[in-house]
């Protein structure tokens, strides 16, 4: 007889974060930590980070911050601004952070980590490995890393930020940017996102980076896999549309999720 397969535990993902505080008191469980990296701020990046719990600069992200926070929020004192948003760390490599904004935060008393012998990992995974370290947040089981400005730029950044998911994948971890998002759904769990219509789909895919699957079985899209396989060179699943409130997942291997998000004029 064949050996009966391990149960796999529920994972459920909702990008509530994402809606405006009128909308809802942040749900329980939903505790996250933003780094800012070195892309164009989301517009929704004041709002994410008002209610973090932990903010890193990715290196040259503390220059977007710097520069990005006041346009933003164009009838704020920019001074105020400024002083207002100051993030918890900076760490990097240290070679795109400008000196003026080091400085600028460092007396407000930003920390500086500077790891520019490390010349292996790239900044987000440094970002991220100081969150999954940081002792000051208490309750870390159900965090996440919500990284601003992740995709829609050089595409060697958006693979190593892509990688990182991979690297970590008993963490939550979000890329974003103003477009869309994406999250890596782990092969150990069955998935169930739910979509928050208002600010996220229609269109979305499931994409098996690094290895093909065998055998992926979804619900709640209009073009659902089937016990189907998914490879580069074969089928994978783009241009893809959520026709449901809640999508489910289960995948013999890790597959990336991504999602578009609605502009609101
Ligand atoms: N164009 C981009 N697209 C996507 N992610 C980016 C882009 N630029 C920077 N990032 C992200 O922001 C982080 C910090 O960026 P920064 O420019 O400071 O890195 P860097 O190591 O100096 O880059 P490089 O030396 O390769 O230009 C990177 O690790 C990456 O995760
Ligand atoms: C095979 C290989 N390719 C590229 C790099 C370069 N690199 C990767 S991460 C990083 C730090 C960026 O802040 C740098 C410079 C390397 N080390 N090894």
């Known amino acids: 007889m064949a050996p009966t397969p391990a149960p796999r535990p529920a994972m459920s993902h909702s990008s509530a974060f994402l ?18 990296l070195n892309q164009r701020l989301p517009r929704f990046a004041p709002l994410l980070w008002d209610r973090a719990q932990v903010r890193v600069c990715a290196d040259g992200g503390a220059n977007r911050l710097f520069d990005g926070m006041p346009e933003l929020l ?136 690094g290895v093909p699957s065998t055998s992926t079985i979804t619900t709640g899209l209009q073009w659902n896999l089937d016990n189907t396989s998914m490879s580069f060179g074969g089928l994978i699943s783009t241009s893809n549309m959520v026709v449901e409130e809640d999508v489910t997942v289960i995948s013999d291997t890790d597959l990336i999720w991504t999602i578009s998000l609605r502009h609101h004029s």
């Open 19 to 36: 809606l405006p505080s009128s909308s809802s008191v942040a749900p329980a469980g939903s505790a996250y930590a933003l780094v800012v």
């Open 74 to 209: 164009p009838g704020q004192d920019p001074d105020e601004v400024r002083a207002r948003y100051k993030p918890d760390v900076i760490k990097g490599d240290m070679d795109s952070v400008r000196p003026e904004v080091m400085e600028y935060y460092s007396n407000l008393g930003t920390k500086i980590v500077d790891e520019s012998h490390d010349q292996d990992t790239t900044d987000l995974h440094k970002c991220v490995t100081f969150v999954t370290e940081n002792s000051l947040i208490a309750d870390k089981s159900n965090l996440c890393i919500l990284a601003l400005g992740a995709l829609g730029g050089r595409f060697d950044h958006e693979m190593g930020n892509i990688n990182v998911l991979h690297l970590f994948p008993n963490n939550r971890i979000i890329l974003l940017s103003d477009d869309c998002l994406i999250f890596l759904l782990p092969r150990a769990h069955t998935h169930s996102i739910h979509i928050e219509r208002s600010i996220e789909g229609p269109h979305c895919g499931l994409i098996p980076i």
